[in-house]
């Protein structure tokens, strides 16, 4: 693969990626003050009363949609529509139709944030019916996920093009990257759009006059567990595509490399019942059919452990390492993206372990809905993601504003300041979870908390603390950048050629059979089950605004 | 296709892992009599007694050291929320939600399950220590749902 550096992006396309990173990282910061006064909640203090927030549970609300939902997609929908157009080097098939994209999922977004600032939405990001929301909410969200199915079209479309002027050649590694990450989110979508097009939002205008929540739920989790991939897709774009050449090496293996976004096609998608072990009203035996696919889509994710750390040593060698573990030292550590990087690594390896922990059947039935699931996905999500996505804002943002980064030691102890800080929180919220405390609960006043849990609860508000001073200081480096960076005009974009140059075999270039590979499987995990609930659906329940 | 050596034994070891786990849940789910919850329901009430209803919670004494125990989760409490046992008792819960999602988690036994409104949710758990358990919600169920709580005094 040609190295692709000398495209520049057209302006138009500059300012769009800059849009969608801006939305992101405001609504991020939202977020992370919430994190901060839900870990001190726990810990005694209520600083709810000083907000406009009504409770808890509005802050908890507003902390899992925007970290999650929010600065997470439109986060991804920049950095993917950069790497579409950077590494196919030609813009959008459509111009108008990315921005329709934009201000669809912007006018989305805007319903979405009045009805949870204004307490009309408090029932959590999961939307679990017959708790019910403003329509303003569910509609909202519907426009945020329509533009990311626009997006997928418009990325169709572009490969479409380039492959009819580039007869014969593969894919460039980070658009096929891409194009895996959209079409895995594109089919895992159809669960939130009957949930919400069909049940939720009629129920919330009063056109219906109940819903089966246990339908309800089924669908949201159809989509729910293959959104953590929508998440985590973009992640591996840039450990695999991106993170060796920031590390001096190149990409290991080209072929494993596709392997592992390819699996996640039909992999990612029948395992959704994995969150509803313990639903009563869903057989037994489709809930251990989704476990076995579970330890399945842990696969891919072996294959990246290994390739990606193999790119990194190529990287220490490159530069002049030897020694069994001595090339370490010699890699790029003064690089805030990419240490920020390996940082998000580490953690990610322990947020693995404990998704097996959640994935496993029995042992579920002990941390299931306690302060254990939280101590995961802050690893994976709050970690893997949200620290490579601002280790990226670290090359891209100056890339974008033609600046150099603003304040290199400060980025490297932010990054450093967020592994510590999700280390400690993570390691008390999984005791915490370990001793049986809830999750989504207001710990702070609630009445059957024991005095042995009080010790994990201040690990969770150390931790935050410091989570909550590394993210000012990321927003300090990328405003300051912004404002005061030097001008430059060739900011390099990390792309890594593979280490071996050679031809794959074709099913590793095409999506076609691994998108019937997974609608099959999952008309099997799925279909009679899902046909069983319906049949005997009974949607009776009214809508209720405990909130 | 080229895969480095190191790699291919790497994946093998991965693949062997999960088998390995993935006997160990099964083993541990067909052994330990953990119960975890099936499609157990209002409108196949297959095995359940037929007052086993959302309408109204009892406590039935079916045997020396046998109850059964029909529980209501509404917000913000359960129905019944104190319940007496002597020690070694087994007891068999059926669960019910009145309004929204609920949760229950039995402090210090296996017994933890969602409670949604439409199904029953079934568990059974042999009480041998004496002592307090806390039982809680631990499903999101609006303002309240921090002092949703109720407990089980096993006298010894
Ligand atoms: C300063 C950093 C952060 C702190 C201190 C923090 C703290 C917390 C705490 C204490 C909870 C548990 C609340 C409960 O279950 O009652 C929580 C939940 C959650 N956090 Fe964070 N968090 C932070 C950053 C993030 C980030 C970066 C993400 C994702 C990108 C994230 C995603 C979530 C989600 C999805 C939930 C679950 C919400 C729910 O149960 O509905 N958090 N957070
Ligand atoms: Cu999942
Ligand atoms: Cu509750």
Redesign the pocket.
């Known amino acids: 693969m040609a190295v692709t550096g000398g495209y520049q992006l057209q302006r138009g396309d500059k300012r769009l990626i800059l849009a969608y990173i801006f939305i992101a990282l405001a609504h991020?910061a939202v977020?992370?003050l919430l994190?901060?006064m839900?870990?001190m909640q726990?810990a005694g203090i209520d600083l709810y009363k000083y907000t406009f927030l009504a409770h808890?549970y509005q802050g908890?609300?507003i902390?899992?949609v925007y970290?999650?939902l929010v600065?997470?997609t439109f986060f991804i929908a920049g950095f993917l529509h950069f790497a579409m157009t950077y590494s196919l080097k030609r813009p959008m098939h459509s111009t108008k139709l990315s921005w329709f994209t934009f201000w669809l999922m912007t006018a989305g977004l805007i319903m979405v944030d009045w009805a949870l600032l204004t307490n009309r939405a408090s029932v959590?990001?999961?939307s679990y019916a017959p708790l019910q929301a403003h329509p303003a909410y569910y509609i909202g969200l519907v426009l945020v996920v329509v533009g990311t199915l626009l997006l997928l079209a418009n990325c169709l479309l572009t490969y479409l093009g380039w492959r009819r002027d580039h007869p014969g050649q593969k894919t460039p590694l980070p658009a096929f990257g891409v194009l895996a990450t959209l079409i895995m989110w594109g089919m895992a979508s159809v669960g939130i759009a009957v949930q919400f097009i069909f049940l939720l939002i009629p129920w919330s205008l009063g056109l219906t006059d109940g819903v089966d929540p246990l339908v309800s739920r089924t669908l949201f989790w159809f989509t729910g567990h293959p959104l953590v991939y929508f998440?985590l897709l973009p992640v591996y774009i840039s450990w695999y595509f991106m993170l060796p050449k920031q590390a001096g090496g190149k990409l290991f293996s080209e072929p494993l490399a596709r392997l592992a976004f390819l699996l996640f096609i039909p992999l990612s998608l029948p395992v959704g019942f994995h969150h509803q072990f313990l639903d009563p009203g869903v057989s037994t035996g489709y809930k251990a059919v989704h476990a076995f696919i579970t330890f399945g889509v842990f696969m891919p994710s072996m294959l990246t452990a290994f390739t990606v750390l193999a790119s990194i040593e190529s990287g220490g060698r490159a530069r002049g390492g030897k020694g069994r573990l001595a090339w370490i030292k010699s890699l790029p550590w003064n690089d805030p993206s990419f240490t920020a990087q390996v940082l998000a690594m580490l953690l990610f390896a322990l947020g693995g372990i404990s998704g097996l922990v959640n994935a496993s059947f029995t042992v579920n039935l002990v941390v299931h809905n306690t302060?254990f699931v939280?101590g995961h996905?802050?690893l994976t999500?709050?970690t893997a993601?949200?620290m490579t996505f601002m280790a990226v804002a670290y090359w891209l943002v100056p890339y974008l504003a033609k600046r150099k980064l603003w304040g290199r030691r400060v980025a490297l102890v932010q990054s450093a300041l967020w592994f510590i800080?999700m280390a400690i929180?993570s390691r008390g919220?999984s005791w915490a979870g370990l001793m049986g405390v809830p999750?989504?609960?207001?710990?702070g006043s609630a009445p059957y908390v024991l005095p042995e849990w009080l010790t994990a609860f201040n690990w969770?508000a150390v931790?935050?603390a410091v989570?909550?001073i590394?993210?000012l200081l990321f927003f300090v480096v990328l405003i300051m950048t912004v404002l005061r960076g030097q001008r430059a005009e060739d900011i390099e974009v990390p792309l890594a050629e593979p280490l071996q140059e050679e031809t794959i075999p074709w099913y590793l270039d095409r999506f076609r059979p691994w998108v019937i590979g997974a609608a099959v499987l999952v008309l099997m995990a799925y279909g009679p089950a899902i046909a069983q609930l319906v049949s005997i659906s009974n949607p009776a329940s009214p809508g209720f605004m405990p909130y | 296709m080229h895969i480095h050596p190191y790699e291919r034994l790497w994946i093998r070891l991965s693949v062997i892992m999960l088998i390995v786990f993935g006997i160990a849940i099964a083993l541990s789910s067909l052994t330990f009599g953990i119960e975890i919850p099936g499609a157990t329901r209002r409108a196949v009430a297959t095995g359940l007694p037929v007052d086993a209803t959302p309408e109204q919670s009892w406590i039935r004494e079916l045997g020396p050291g046998r109850y059964e125990v029909n529980m209501i989760a509404r917000m913000w409490g359960f129905d019944p929320n104190e319940i007496r046992i002597p020690k070694g008792s087994t007891v068999t819960f059926y669960l019910h939600s009145q309004d929204v999602l609920h949760g229950i988690k039995i402090r210090g036994t296996t017994v933890s399950m969602m409670v949604i409104p439409g199904q029953v949710g079934r568990a059974t758990y042999t009480f041998d220590e004496p002592g307090e358990y806390i039982f809680l919600c631990h499903e999101?169920c609006g303002l309240g749902h921090h002092v949703m709580s109720g407990k089980i005094i096993v006298e010894g």
């Open positions: 991020l977020g992370i994190g901060f839900q870990g726990h808890y908890l609300s902390h899992g970290n999650a600065f997470t959590l990001y999961t998440w302060m939280p996905f802050h999500v709050g993601t949200a800080g929180m919220m999750r989504r609960t207001a710990l969770m931790g935050g989570l909550t590394s993210g | 999101y």
